[in-house]
């Protein structure tokens, strides 16, 4: 038995002739093994009564025949419907089944069954016991045993008897637990459940919130984790693609020693984060791969959403753990959350000016000292705001000085209070318009009373007819308004004015990134006027991301073909 961990590609079994072809193509793709999901196929009747035994042995003949051909090693499984499958037959047909492919001349490498059948009688257990490779089994059989475990609710309270009953039978050769995640914390006790593993050992979290769990299998020692040919073939909620598993996240570069990133926030399934850092991990040779580590927030309760952020950070920082978690970029909506609490309960020193003033922080680091093999302690943690560099960087290369300009800044958010910041700190005066009016006063307020000594800027709130009627050197937009399935796609956040009301030199900056033309930056170049896309702020906070993990600059221009490249599709 190889010691990595494989990838097994599931196949839903419909048509024998596309299954072997999709087979085919998951060996070529690089898959170590796949998995013939039967629960349909073997059901397959040419009538509505229970089917003839000339029936059950011509369904248990086609699936042989599959097995026969395989291009790679296989899983046979049929699913019953009360375990996620879609098998509504007999269970003595099912193992029937099992002996037969167990004592085919070409048998599969595994057959997966359900710890609840396996244990539901003794006739069972007996006749599944003769079909794989058991300690008392006087034939020589080479089909191995998968007891296995699936709650698409959620963690099963019986978790912990579940395990050691699969892990005690002798027959069983790979224990399979499978359960939907409800948060990254229930990845940390299935990564728990593998370093405690008496035998090989499948530990998966379903859904959105398991994804970290497939990713990371090769970290903790997992059996195999699996991956589906397409998007829409996948067989259990949360799968991504092989090709996603390979080439995104470097799945076979991932080792015990691997550093964790991650982008904390909610939702972050759209994030182009895990593509770059990724990308630029792999160009410079870092041990390292980035995930997405979705963390709940809920507007209408902020003392939940508080906890929820602070809970999993904690979990993430748990240095008993060996999770070998070294940063995260922090988007919408935790990072003025991160200011607060990181801050106060995570930092060994205060978070530099910028996120203090700021109050909002994107970018997290946590450097650890090795003391043994099963022990390490923290060793310098810090956060910091790479928008506020990212946007410097823009606005001093349009604007050549940012003293006494006149900027107007759209939004009241965070990246909002990261230029506005920049923008102030710089000399500038800054105007601040957003749809709710009360927002925007008490932005000015609080950035007013926090301002640093001796700027000679000026910051103050304006009505939307105002930031039409005035005259500014830069527009900044940061709201979603223009964004690519977000609440106005199509929508201006502030009216282009022609060319003649505004010098030709005057700056329009999206903070949008998707689309890369935003309305209002194609309006803006309709008129004339010089833009900075979105695109440009992402890479450059990212490239200053990248560069404090790893203490080396982004490669040149990676990030910015990675992205144009991925949005131009």
Not at 418 to 441: C, F, I, K, P, Q
């Amino acid at each position: 038995m190889t010691n990595k961990t494989q990838i097994c590609v599931p196949l839903m079994v419909e048509d024998h002739s596309e299954t072997l072809r999709d087979a085919t193509l998951a060996a070529e793709h690089g898959a170590d093994m796949v998995e013939y999901r039967v629960d349909v196929f073997f059901e397959d009747r040419s009538d509505d009564e229970k089917g003839t035994v000339e029936q059950l042995h011509d369904r248990i003949d086609r699936i042989l025949d599959l097995v026969e051909v395989s291009p790679l090693p296989c899983i046979v499984t049929c699913r019953p419907h009360w375990e996620g499958g879609e098998y509504h037959g007999d269970d003595d047909e099912r193992v029937a089944l099992f002996e037969a492919l167990g004592t085919a001349e070409k048998p599969p490498a595994y057959i997966d069954v359900e710890l609840a059948t396996y244990t539901r009688s003794k006739n069972i257990r007996q006749k599944i016991n003769l079909a794989v490779n058991h300690p008392k089994q006087v034939r020589a059989v080479t089909t191995r045993l998968i007891l296995s475990s699936h709650d698409f609710e959620g963690r099963p309270s019986d978790l912990t008897r579940k395990i050691i009953a699969m892990q005690d039978e002798p027959a069983c050769s790979v224990v399979k637990i499978a359960y939907r995640a409800r948060s990254i914390r229930d990845n940390l006790e299935l990564f728990e459940i593998l370093g405690d593993r008496q035998k090989p050992t499948i530990a998966l979290g379903m859904g959105e919130f398991g994804l970290m769990s497939r990713i990371l299998a090769p970290k903790f020692g997992g059996f195999l984790t699996f991956a589906s040919l397409r998007d829409e073939s996948t067989t259990a909620p949360g799968q991504i693609t092989i090709d996603e598993l390979l080439n995104l996240y470097r799945f076979r570069s991932i080792t015990p020693t691997t550093k964790v990133y991650g982008i904390i926030g909610w939702p972050v399934t759209q994030s182009m984060s895990p593509m770059v850092h990724n990308a630029g991990f792999e160009k410079i040779g870092w041990d390292g791969v980035y995930v997405p580590m979705p963390v709940v927030a809920d507007p209408t309760d902020e003392q939940a959403s508080d906890a929820s952020f602070i809970v999993t950070l904690s979990t993430l920082l748990d240095n008993e753990r060996r999770f070998g978690f070294c940063g995260a970029s922090i988007t919408i909506p935790h990072k003025e959350r991160a200011s607060r609490y990181i801050n106060n309960n995570f930092l060994d020193t205060p978070a530099g000016e910028e996120v203090i003033k700021i109050g909002a922080a994107n970018t997290f680091k946590q450097d650890w000292t090795e003391i043994s093999e099963t022990y390490w302690v923290p060793d310098g943690s810090y956060v910091i705001n790479s928008d506020a560099s990212a946007i410097r960087s823009l606005l001093e290369n349009a604007l050549n000085r940012l003293s006494s300009r006149h900027i107007c800044i759209i939004g009241a958010g965070g990246a909002a209070r990261a230029a506005a910041w920049v923008a102030l700190s710089g000399g500038a005066h800054v105007s601040v318009y957003n749809r709710t009016a009360d927002r925007a006063e008490r932005f000015v307020e609080v950035l007013n009373t926090d301002r640093g000594d001796g700027w000679e800027g000026s910051l103050q709130s304006i009505s939307k007819s105002d930031a039409k009627e005035q005259v500014f050197d830069l527009y900044i937009n940061c709201t979603p308004v223009g964004m690519t399935n977000g609440p106005d796609p199509e929508g201006l956040s502030i009216p282009i004015p022609d060319m003649g009301n505004l010098a030709p030199e005057t700056v329009f900056f999206d903070t949008v990134y998707n689309p890369i033309e935003t309305p209002m930056l194609k309006a803006a170049k309709e008129r004339g006027y010089r833009t900075i896309d979105g695109v440009q702020m992402f890479v450059k906070q990212a490239e200053a991301q990248f560069e404090i993990w790893t203490g080396t600059s982004a490669p040149d221009g990676l990030f910015d073909r990675l992205v144009r490249k991925k949005l131009s599709n």
